[in-house]
C-alpha cells in the first residue's frame, strides 16, 4: 500500500477556485492510476476523476467535468486537482486514492475497489 496525504482544502465562495494536492509514499508513484473522491454530508461517496499511471488520459464524473481537472507530478509522486468556478453542491470532504493495479488504465477507475490506499480527506466548503 502507499501512504496519501491530501492538502489544499477550505472555505470559498460559489465560482471560486481550489487546488487540492495529495503527495505519496511508500510505493513506486508512476506505476499506479490515482483517483479523486467526495463524499458530502449524508451521501456516499461518489467518484470525481481519475488519472492514468503516465498521466495520458484522465476521467471525470459528469458533474464536474469541464470545471475540475486532475493532473499528476511523477517526479514529485503528487497529484492534483484544479477545481474552478465551484458551486455550494461540490461541498464535501475530498480523498485521493491510488489504484492497486500496475500500469491499469480501464474504466474500472471510475470505481472504489480499483483503488486500496486512501488518504484522510480534506474538506472543501462552498459557500452560496
Known amino acids: 500500500q502507499v501512504q496519501l496525504v491530501e492538502s489544499g482544502g477550505g472555505l470559498v465562495q460559489a465560482g471560486d477556485s481550489l487546488r487540492l494536492s495529495c503527495a505519496a509514499s511508500?510505493?513506486?508513484?508512476?506505476?499506479?492510476?490515482m483517483g479523486w473522491f467526495r463524499q458530502a454530508p449524508g451521501k456516499e461517496r461518489e467518484f470525481v476523476s481519475a488519472?492514468?499511471?503516465?498521466?495520458?488520459?484522465?476521467y471525470y464524473s459528469d458533474s464536474v467535468k469541464g470545471r475540475f481537472t486532475t493532473s499528476r507530478d511523477n517526479v514529485k509522486n503528487t497529484v492534483y486537482l484544479q477545481m474552478n468556478s465551484l458551486k455550494p453542491e461540490d461541498t464535501a470532504v475530498y480523498y485521493c486514492?491510488?489504484?492497486?493495479?500496475?500500469?491499469?488504465?480501464?474504466?474500472?477507475?471510475?470505481?472504489?475497489?480499483?483503488?486500496?490506499?486512501w488518504g484522510q480527506g480534506t474538506q472543501v466548503t462552498v459557500s452560496s
Open positions: 486514492a491510488a489504484g492497486h493495479r500496475e500500469y491499469y488504465s480501464g474504466r474500472n477507475l471510475y470505481t472504489e475497489n480499483e483503488y486500496d490506499s
Open positions: 511508500g510505493r513506486t508513484f508512476n506505476r499506479y492510476a
Open positions: 488519472i492514468m499511471w503516465n498521466g495520458i488520459s484522465t
